[in-house]
């Protein structure tokens, strides 16, 4: 049974009608209206205590950087893609999960702040990440390099490593995917009941989403939705897929493709929790979190 603190996430969730940004295309754009008013949220002022905190630009795009106040030598690197479906920002709960990799495994983390639909669109975001890469690259030398990000991010980061293959540049060391967003088709079936436990995510305005930041490509793209890729030659993957959550079956399905296609993928399936668990402040969040840095220190 799920902790009483994930109970409270869910019931939360659901009191505050957060699915209602999902829940139709009027949602969304409101949705996306309001974010837009605010602007994503920025490294709060603790963070800038705790860390260096830094930032360069890629276009007009920022691509921050986190770093330790004492960084050690060969410190892990990490890219990191945050979620949103693409067209809502980067929140105050990625700035956590960061802040919090950073202070317990001294590890330095890049975060571009790729352009977002309808603004932008899936070749433009792919751009700017692909820059940005390129420059973490440069900057780490031959070090490894972990390539990392959650929901929409997660794919667009997926996107990436396919995109790096074929450019023939340094692959990522290794990919962490949480609850990636990869089947942005959206055709996956589900149940009325399998679309009533999720508490955040719903059909019509994820697909509106989609068709946003598809822009001129089809949906089947795999820059638009990495499902339908080529998995051959990608670094190892540690994924994360939640029972509760829409787009929870993609992950299930990249496992199945990656290892038919002889590739390494770590799966970590919790049936009764919901989309992007591992950022939440609850037991589950923790124990995902403890893994996550497991990874990054090894």
Same mark, same amino acid.
């Given at each position: 049974?799920?902790?009483?603190?994930?109970?409270?996430?869910?019931?939360?969730?659901?009191?505050?009608?957060?699915?209602?940004?999902?829940?139709?295309?009027?949602?969304?754009?409101?949705?996306?209206?309001?974010?837009?008013?605010?602007?994503?949220?920025?490294?709060?002022?603790?963070?800038?205590?705790?860390?260096?905190?830094?930032?360069?630009?890629?276009?007009?795009?920022?691509?921050?950087?986190?770093?330790?106040?004492?960084?050690?030598?060969?410190?892990?690197?990490?890219?990191?893609?945050?979620?949103?479906?693409?067209?809502?920002?980067?929140?105050?709960?990625?700035?956590?999960?960061?802040?919090?990799?950073?202070?317990?495994?001294?590890?330095?983390?890049?975060?571009?702040?790729?352009?977002?639909?309808?603004?932008?669109?899936?070749?433009?975001?792919?751009?700017?990440?692909?820059?940005?890469?390129?420059?973490?690259?440069?900057?780490?030398?031959?070090?490894?390099?972990?390539?990392?990000?959650? !929901? &929409? #991010?997660?794919? @667009?980061?997926?996107?990436? +490593?396919?995109? /790096?293959? *074929? $450019?023939? %540049?340094?692959?990522?060391?290794?990919?962490?995917?949480?609850?990636?967003?990869?089947?942005?088709?959206?055709?996956?079936?589900?149940?009325?009941?399998?679309?009533?436990?999720?508490?955040?995510?719903?059909?019509?305005?994820?697909?509106?989403?989609?068709?946003?930041?598809?822009?001129?490509?089809?949906?089947?793209?795999?820059?638009?939705?990495?499902?339908?890729?080529?998995?051959?030659?990608?670094?190892?993957?540690?994924?994360? !897929? &939640? #029972?509760?959550? @829409?787009?929870?079956?993609? +992950?299930?399905? /990249?496992? *199945? $493709?990656? %290892?038919?296609?002889?590739?390494?993928?770590?799966?970590?399936?919790?049936?009764?929790?919901?989309?992007?668990?591992?950022?939440?402040?609850?037991?589950?969040?923790?124990?995902?979190?403890?893994?996550?840095?497991?990874?990054?220190?090894?």
């Amino acid at each position: 049974m799920p902790s009483w603190q994930h109970r409270l996430v869910v019931l939360w969730l659901r009191l505050s009608r957060r699915k209602r940004i999902y829940a139709s295309i009027e949602g969304l754009h409101s949705g996306i209206r309001q974010t837009r008013r605010a602007g994503p949220a920025l490294p709060g002022r603790r963070m800038c205590a705790q860390l260096d905190v830094t930032f360069e630009l890629v276009g007009t795009h920022p691509v921050y950087h986190l770093a330790p106040k004492q960084p050690r030598a060969q410190a892990p690197q990490v890219f990191y893609l945050h979620g949103g479906a693409y067209v809502r920002p980067i929140t105050r709960h990625h700035w956590r999960l960061l802040r919090e990799l950073v202070l317990d495994t001294g590890c330095h983390i890049s975060v571009p702040l790729y352009p977002l639909a309808p603004e932008g669109d899936c070749e433009q975001a792919l751009n700017v990440v692909r820059q940005a890469w390129d420059r973490a690259q440069q900057r780490v030398g031959t070090q490894a390099l972990l390539l990392a990000g959650d !929901s &929409a #991010g997660a794919g @667009l980061a997926l996107a990436l +490593a396919m995109d /790096l293959r *074929e $450019r023939a %540049r340094p692959r990522p060391a290794h990919l962490l995917l949480i609850c990636p967003w990869l089947d942005l088709t959206l055709r996956e079936p589900h149940s009325a009941a399998q679309l009533r436990r999720d508490p955040m995510l719903a059909r019509d305005g994820a697909a509106e989403a989609a068709r946003l930041y598809a822009g001129a490509l089809a949906l089947e793209h795999p820059w638009v939705s990495p499902i339908f890729g080529d998995f051959q030659g990608l670094p190892g993957m540690t994924v994360w !897929s &939640a #029972g509760n959550d @829409l787009i929870g079956s993609d +992950a299930l399905r /990249l496992a *199945e $493709r990656v %290892r038919e296609q002889g590739g390494t993928l770590d799966l970590h399936v919790e049936p009764e929790m919901i989309h992007v668990w591992p950022l939440l402040p609850t037991p589950e969040g923790r124990q995902a979190r403890s893994v996550i840095k497991s990874i990054v220190v090894r």
